[in-house]
């Protein structure tokens, strides 16, 4: 059974999201968004403030930058599977019922963002990561040999990482023998 600590801030990961309110759904009878995942540090309870980041993405046309904006939220409902909980700890998947306008979280739109403590500073927003990698000698799973080889990355060649549970496209923009440099 994996040690899990309970004294650091809540960090989690989200894996789903979605809007649990049926269309014609009169405003009076509406419910927040919804989002499914795992808790990786800290404990969730229920009307806990927290932070979605990066929150909301904007793209500025003017500067080709994109901005975020974390999205702060009261938990108003927790539970994994059938079960209403008061509180949830670290491992296994957890429903969390969230004050926030349920477009924000209707069809996956919060996938690969977490939920942390109220003002956790430990986890900022960055366009930039830098990763180490290893480049294997062949495609594996390839029947064709010869054709199969891959070469080395090069600056400015586009990626797609897998960070969490989030998908992202990147261009690569500087590059070492062992690690990158992306944004």
């Not at 990961?13 to 990786?40: E, W």
């Not at 927790?78 to 670290?90: G, R």
């Not at 739109?109 to 180490?132: F, R, W």
């Amino acid at each position: 059974v994996p040690v899990r600590d309970l004294s650091t801030p809540l960090t989690m990961f989200i894996l789903r999201s979605f809007d649990i309110n049926k269309p014609g759904t009169t405003i009076d009878d509406l419910k927040g968004g919804v989002v499914g995942g795992i808790i990786n540090t800290g404990i969730l309870r229920l009307n806990d403030i927290v932070e979605i980041k990066p929150g909301i993405i904007k793209f500025d046309e003017s500067s080709k930058k994109f901005t975020t904006i974390p999205v702060k939220t009261k938990v108003i409902s927790l539970q994994s599977e059938k079960n209403n909980l008061e509180q949830a700890y670290p491992g296994g998947l957890i429903g969390v019922g969230l004050s926030i306008d349920p477009s924000i979280s209707i069809a996956d739109k919060l996938v690969g963002q977490m939920i942390t403590s109220l003002n956790n500073s430990k986890y900022s927003i960055s366009n930039k990561i830098e990763c180490e990698y290893n480049i294997t000698k062949q495609l594996i799973g390839s029947e064709d040999n010869d054709n199969s080889k891959i070469s080395s990355i090069k600056n400015n060649e586009k990626l797609q990482l897998s960070i969490n549970s989030s998908t992202i496209k990147a261009i690569i923009k500087d590059i070492n023998k062992n690690s990158f440099i992306a944004e």
